[in-house]
């Protein structure tokens, strides 16, 4: 049974920081690369960090050089540090995975997804 269960969500103050976390279950974890997305009321699920299987990275503009995605392999769990928090950075954060070596941001490439953890910037 396939598993993504998303942890570390709350509320901050605007410049404030937040570590989400991943874990995995029911996947050979290292095979597999993974995305964080977010969904704000009324807008579309956007990606925010993509980790390739083989650990390469990838990040649009509004989020590049403060947040940064990181995997365990050893403890199954994906990361998403998040520094310098912005109103605008509210919303609904999931991961998602899938199998292979892959750099990817958008949703609808992913197969596998976590319920989600919430993030209130204030």
């Known amino acids: 049974h396939v598993q993504l269960v998303e942890s570390g969500g709350g509320s901050v103050q605007a410049g404030g920081s937040l570590r989400l976390s991943c874990a995995a279950s029911?996947?050979?974890?290292?095979?597999?690369?993974m995305g964080w997305f977010r969904q704000a009321p009324g807008k579309q699920r956007e990606g925010v960090a993509a980790i390739s299987s083989g650990g390469s990275t990838s990040y649009p503009d509004s989020v590049q050089g403060r947040f940064t995605i990181s995997k365990d392999n050893a403890k199954n769990t994906l990361y998403l540090q998040m520094n310098s928090l912005k109103p605008e950075d509210t919303a609904m954060y999931y991961c998602?995975?899938?199998?292979?070596?892959?750099?990817?941001?958008?949703?609808?490439?992913?197969?596998?997804w976590g319920q989600g953890t919430q993030v209130t910037v204030s």
């Open positions: 029911g996947i050979t974890f290292g095979s597999y690369s």
């Open positions: 998602a995975a899938k199998f292979g070596w892959f750099l990817l941001l958008r949703p609808g490439d992913y197969n596998v």
